[in-house]
């Protein structure tokens, strides 16, 4: 059986501005996830399903990130 690596990036209106968010599944059917800020700093966490709801597991995420988990799920319903 063949591996297969699943990626994508989903654009993402957060706080009046376009963002850029990088998905790649693992094998447990969760996302590792980056993005960047303003000042080009690039932030890694996971997105972990829980309860039929995407949800960010990370360290040392800025709040605006944190803010914006709704969002971010809406927007991994919607891809499918």
Same mark, same amino acid.
């Given at each position: 059986? @063949?591996? @297969?690596?699943? $990626?994508?990036? !989903? !654009?993402?209106?957060?706080?009046? /501005?376009? /963002?850029?968010?990088?998905? /790649?599944?693992?094998?447990? =059917? ?6 960047? &800020? &303003?000042?080009?700093? /690039? ?6 399903? $829980?309860?039929? $709801?995407?949800?960010?597991? =990370? ?5 605006? !990130? ?7 799920? &809406? $927007? !991994?319903?919607?891809?499918?």
């Amino acid at each position: 059986m @063949t591996a @297969t690596n699943i $990626a994508f990036t !989903l !654009l993402i209106k957060i706080n009046g /501005r376009q /963002r850029e968010f990088n998905f /790649r599944k693992r094998p447990d =059917g969760n996302y590792d996830t980056d993005t960047n &800020d &303003d000042h080009g700093n /690039r932030y890694t966490f996971r997105m972990e399903k $829980a309860n039929d $709801a995407w949800k960010i597991n =990370g360290k040392s995420l800025p709040p605006w !990130l944190m803010e914006s988990e709704g969002l971010i799920n &809406d $927007a !991994l319903v919607k891809h499918g």
